[in-house]
């Protein structure tokens, strides 16, 4: 699985930068930034837990107002419950590499996208206040995502943006059959009967992007 990664990173930049030197329509880009994320049916709300995030891209003009882009990701999801008044604690990290692509509309100095993405967990980690938790829930190895962003271009070169991200499909399945309702992004008794198929992640970047 780490070589996988290693040639398909080794292939981005060798693509990047065969396009960029070769074709005006064909952009690469470098982002940076922090998720912020969360896990439904866990009982625990809010997007508390916090991770990194990296990727190198590329974009492509299809209009004026029109472009295409993929990138390969590196993402940090998880959930976490800091220790308050019952004195338990709750950590989860899950590691990701995302492939997604988005569609993207500009105006002005704003750039709006959406798509989808193929996500590969790397490995994943699970902690409580006595340490991992056993027996280990395995997570499925893909995830599928929607993807939302919109970027502000600071300059030609630089942008800063937002990005918004929620499993399509479970990413592992519930410990047993009761599933705790969501604080966050409910609406209505569909959404809940959709979130007791299994756990679902949803995340916030924040990120600045690079244009080569």
């Given at each position: 699985m780490y070589n996988l990664i290693k040639i398909n990173f080794l292939l981005v930049l060798l693509f990047i930068a065969e396009m960029s030197n070769s074709q005006r329509m064909f952009q690469g880009f470098a982002e940076v930034?922090?998720?912020?994320?969360?896990?439904?049916?866990?009982?625990?709300?809010?997007?508390?837990?916090?991770g990194g995030y990296a990727s190198l891209g590329l974009r492509s003009q299809l209009s004026e107002k029109w472009t295409i882009s993929g990138r390969l990701a590196l993402n940090q999801k998880g959930a976490r419950k800091y220790q308050n008044a019952d004195f338990t604690t709750y950590r989860l990290r899950v590691n990701y590499v995302e492939i997604p692509l988005l569609l993207h509309y500009s105006f002005q100095q704003w750039v709006l996208g959406s798509g989808l993405g193929v996500n590969y967990r790397i490995n994943h980690r699970e902690r409580s206040m006595f340490g991992d938790i056993s027996p280990e829930r395995i997570f499925k190895q893909a995830e599928f995502s929607f993807h939302f962003m919109i970027e502000y271009a600071l300059n030609e070169n630089f942008h800063l943006g937002i990005g918004y991200q929620n499993s399509l499909l479970p990413v592992r399945d519930h410990a047993s059959t009761q599933v705790f309702?969501?604080?966050?992004?409910?609406?209505?008794?569909?959404?809940?009967?959709?979130?007791?198929?299994?756990?679902?992640?949803?995340?916030?970047q924040l990120r600045g992007t690079y244009l080569f």
């Open positions: 930034g922090m998720t912020s994320s969360q896990i439904s049916g866990d009982g625990f709300y809010g997007f508390g837990q916090f309702a969501p604080n966050n992004f409910v609406l209505g008794d569909w959404h809940n009967n959709l979130l007791n198929k299994g756990q679902y992640f949803t995340s916030l």
